[in-house]
């Protein structure tokens, strides 16, 4: 069936780089997705990126794809105390034609220290 | 309005009991998604509604779980007979357009649900 994996805690040192990692089953997937939750806040989109791609990076954050292995990762470079927070992996996957449901991992606790 | 809101931000009920869960999406968005989230766990996929139909149901639960949307914008999901295990964050999303691949869902901050 479908699942998305992920690690469930990691802890970093401000300045630090963090690398949250995911594995998902759908190897048909079409977009992965890296959503940040904080207390008390809604689910944001912080970046996605299309199959086909291997690597895309937005300022501080690389996301990095290998289809082979169905890995995703993310990548928070110079880590800051505003990044602790619930990150969530999170995929379409090709039995939902209509691309209506988000499967999400169980969601990495992200914890920075000063 | 400037965001997806959710009312209320707390619910506690009895086991039992009926309870709705309003969401009301950012403006002009045709696309609404309610999710799950257990304690610990990431969001579940309920329900989406594209306009006023819900195009894909396949993740409520079961019969006691129900969702509408008669003019295209507020939402609502109703839970009859709750039971304990009824009890999480209940999410609202909405996104311009539908499918979540092509267009981006914006959160709620959600209803926290608990049944005793």
């Known amino acids: 069936g479908e699942d998305v994996e992920q690690s469930l805690f990691l802890s970093v040192r401000e300045g630090d780089s963090s690398v949250i990692n995911c594995t998902y089953t759908?190897?048909?997937?079409?977009?992965l997705y890296w959503y940040k939750q904080e207390p008390g806040a809604g689910l944001q989109l912080l970046t996605y990126?299309?199959?086909?791609?291997d690597m895309k990076q937005d300022q501080r954050l690389t996301v990095l794809l290998n289809k082979k292995d169905k890995h995703l990762s993310l990548r928070i470079a110079d880590t800051q105390t505003g990044d602790s927070a619930i990150y969530f992996c999170a995929e379409i996957p090709e039995a939902n034609q209509a691309g209506t449901a988000l499967i999400f991992g169980k969601g990495t606790t992200l914890s920075v220290s000063s | 309005g400037a965001g997806v809101s959710q009312t209320p931000s707390n619910k506690v009920t009895e086991k039992g009991k009926y309870v709705e869960l309003r969401c009301d999406p950012i403006s002009g968005h045709t696309a609404l998604y309610w999710y799950r989230q257990s304690l610990g766990q990431g969001p579940e996929f309920l329900i989406y509604?594209?306009?006023?139909?819900?195009?894909?149901d396949s993740g409520l639960p079961n019969d006691r779980f129900f969702a509408v949307r008669p003019e295209g914008s507020v939402s609502t999901l109703k839970i009859q007979r709750t039971e304990r295990g009824d009890s999480a964050v209940y999410l609202c999303a909405s996104s311009l357009t539908g499918g979540q691949g092509r267009s981006e869902a914006f959160f709620g901050q959600g209803t926290r649900l608990t049944v005793v």
């Open positions: 759908d190897s048909s997937s079409t977009y």
């Open positions: 990126i299309f199959s086909n791609m």
């Open positions: 509604f594209q306009g006023t139909g819900a195009a894909d």
